[in-house]
């Protein structure tokens, strides 16, 4: 029921964006990072800069380990870099710690779309790691009541990541321009920064078309949209 053929098919637009995401993050950051930015800052200092810029205040900036492992964490007032953004100073590590500073301006702005984002994390994450549990046990016993209640959790989800897109955009288009509008980086430069950050955000967009189909396929399955099909 869970793993078959019908499933595949939904998937298969979200695997196919997913892994062309993948490629097209990894060649525009490998590009990006061989490129220095004219200003000479690292990632760290680009993001302080930005972040004074926006009127943000207290929010830290530190080190984490992994590759473009990058996140503002809202509830600790932390900005985290990878150590290649950092302490890089090539036009990715300065684009990347940008973004993660729009962030951070967003929090401070009471951005609408951040603040919805961070009120239904805690019910978002719940429900990714519990719904197939929800939706396994209801079909094997029969309890049509517990299948909705995964499907309404992974709901949750995908309304999550639906939100997350624009809310990513935004911190990036906050981030270039307050970039290029304090010298941070060139006019000439901002298209690398762009292609950077683009790329990154193909990635929310695949995982949220994976989420999608995949909850559509739950919705066919068990006859909530079109017909049930019971050879499945």
Not at 75 to 92: F, I, P, Q, W
Not at 104 to 116: E, K, M, N, R, S
Not at 139 to 160: E, Y
Request: hydrophobic content about 50%; aromatic content about 10%; proline content about 3%.
């Amino acid at each position: 029921m869970f793993l078959t053929f019908d499933y595949f098919l939904f998937a298969l637009p979200g695997i196919l964006l997913t892994m062309w995401a993948q490629a097209r993050i990894s060649t525009a950051y490998a590009a990006g990072s061989r490129i220095p930015a004219s200003s000479g800052v690292t990632g760290a200092e680009a993001a302080a800069m930005v972040m004074k810029s926006g009127g943000v205040q207290g929010v830290a900036i530190e080190p984490v380990a992994g590759e473009l492992s990058d996140h503002y964490d809202p509830s600790h007032k932390v900005l985290r870099l990878s150590t290649n953004v950092y302490g890089g100073r090539s036009l990715a590590a300065v684009g990347i710690a940008a973004h993660e500073a729009g962030h951070a301006i967003q929090d401070a702005t009471h951005y609408p779309g951040l603040v919805v984002r961070n009120l239904i994390v805690p019910v978002a994450s719940l429900g990714s790691s519990v719904f197939w549990l929800l939706i396994i046990a209801g079909a094997l016993l029969g309890w049509m009541k517990l299948i909705l209640l995964g499907l309404f959790l992974f709901s949750l989800t995908v309304v999550f990541q639906l939100i997350n897109l624009p809310v990513e955009f935004n911190a990036s288009r906050r981030g270039r321009q307050i970039l290029e509008s304090s010298g941070l980086i060139s006019a000439s430069e901002d298209p690398v920064v762009a292609r950077v950050l683009n790329a990154a955000a193909w990635t929310y967009v695949a995982a949220t078309l994976t989420s999608v189909m995949t909850l559509l396929f739950y919705l066919v399955q068990f006859g909530l949209l079109g017909r049930h099909r019971d050879n499945d």
